[in-house]
């Protein structure tokens, strides 16, 4: 029995000597947390719920460096970012404070106070800690993405990573995090295509096909590859599945079910019909009267 024991020892302190912390674009799995303020469990995903970008900073009442970072924090995190609405693309910046110090309920009271403190976490054995650095000191800093379907990063992705202590004793933390944090646009719907088309097809070797657009493909959403029309951008445009669609050569066009094969041009103030299945795009062009190709419209 002991010798079994002293094995599962043994392999418990391999695992924990090998477990390797989070890098830079690492995707952070879900992590339970206590509130330090109310003592009720949530989790780290729950706390990233509403999206945007998880600022978390490890605390230690005592830490000289954790208080001029904190005040820095306060003035060019949380300030600079609830001034200006939000991140660039008006996405929720959400700070969060973990403290490693137990036992020292009136003295962390204190420092949560002096530094407008709102959400803080408990983490005195450093156990979520060493899920990024295994190193010993504080305030450490960790930026991930909460943004689900960002096209700048990964749901949960690791942006930054910053141990800010010894030599660092003053650093600007947040002039050094604010870019990753400006760097996260809105997510975009898993497939923005299926709110464009609601009679769209399954992808046949990645070609879409609109029972009334016809086939295109997604070289890039919004970029698109037609069939016919060749290349162009699609975006939404008012009404039920309506669009616009840049075509680069006849420029803007809207059209919809209930249109299409009349497409109304931007550039020409007019309606179009197009000639489906002809090669060089050909169009009857209302502000002429006359089959145009796609190259001649808008010109005189």
């Not at 290349?231 to 939404?236: K, N, P, V, W």
């Amino acid at each position: 029995m002991k010798k079994i024991i002293f094995l599962f020892t043994i392999l418990s302190i391999s695992g924990l000597l090998n477990a390797q912390p989070y890098q830079v674009g690492d995707i952070v799995e879900d992590y339970q947390l206590v509130d330090y303020k109310t003592g009720e469990t949530t989790s780290l995903y729950k706390l990233g719920s509403a999206g945007g970008v998880l600022v978390l900073e490890w605390f230690a009442w005592w830490c000289p460096f954790c208080a001029n970072a904190s005040a820095n924090v306060e003035d060019g995190i949380v300030g600079h970012y609830q001034t200006r609405g939000g991140n660039p693309y008006g996405l929720p910046i959400t700070y969060i404070t973990l403290n490693v110090q137990g036992n020292a309920r009136a003295k962390s009271d204190t420092f949560i106070a002096k530094y407008g403190i709102e959400t803080v976490m408990e983490d005195y054995n450093r156990d979520f800690f060493r899920h990024f650095n295994t190193s010993g000191g504080q305030p450490l800093f960790v930026v991930i993405n909460a943004e689900a379907n960002s096209p700048s990063a990964d749901q949960w992705e690791v942006l930054y990573e910053r141990l800010n202590y010894s030599s660092n004793e003053a650093p600007d933390i947040s002039g050094l995090m604010r870019p990753f944090i400006d760097s996260i646009m809105p997510g975009m719907d898993a497939n923005p295509l299926e709110d464009l088309f609601s009679d769209l097809s399954d992808p046949v070797d990645g070609w879409y096909q609109s029972s009334w657009f016809g086939w295109f493909f997604p070289t890039g959403y919004p970029l698109v590859n037609h069939l016919e029309l060749g290349f162009g951008y699609l975006a939404s445009a008012p009404g039920e599945n309506n669009i616009h669609f840049y075509d680069l050569e006849a420029g803007w066009l809207f059209s919809g079910p209930e249109f299409f094969p009349y497409m109304y041009s931007h550039s020409t103030g007019n309606w179009l019909f197009y000639l489906q299945g002809t090669s060089g795009e050909w169009f009857f062009d209302y502000s002429v009267n006359a089959w145009r190709e796609a190259s001649m419209i808008g010109s005189s």
